[in-house]
């Protein structure tokens, strides 16, 4: 099982490592690439979307760096509107929600 877990690391990374080195070099020979695309909330939303596929949409730490990325894409499409401070926000309360249910649930299950 984790020699299969380990292949789809590779492939994974792999696949990130040749779309980021493409992108680079169509950028590096002139064409034009919109910068939203070579920004690092794309890659930040990447890191995080191939660690939840990898988890099987399991990891908490993988959602938040998800969810961290798309509110700093967010930022950067509208910029001006705070929503760096509200996505933030935001994500301390679904997270705390979501530890605090974990927490009740366990509790229960225990009794």
Request: glycine share 10%.
């Amino acid at each position: 099982m984790s020699n299969n877990y380990s292949n789809k690391s590779y492939l994974f990374g792999g696949a990130v490592l040749l779309l980021i080195g493409v992108l680079w070099l169509i950028s590096s020979l002139g064409i034009v690439i919109p910068k939203i695309v070579l920004s690092y909330p794309t890659f930040i939303i990447l890191i995080g979307l191939l660690t939840l596929i990898q988890t099987k949409f399991k990891s908490e730490m993988a959602w938040a760096i998800f969810f961290f990325g798309n509110v700093l894409m967010l930022n950067r499409i509208y910029p001006g509107h705070n929503i760096t401070q509200i996505g933030m926000a935001i994500m301390f309360i679904c997270f705390g929600g979501y530890f605090l249910l974990s927490y009740l649930k366990n509790s229960k299950k225990s009794e």
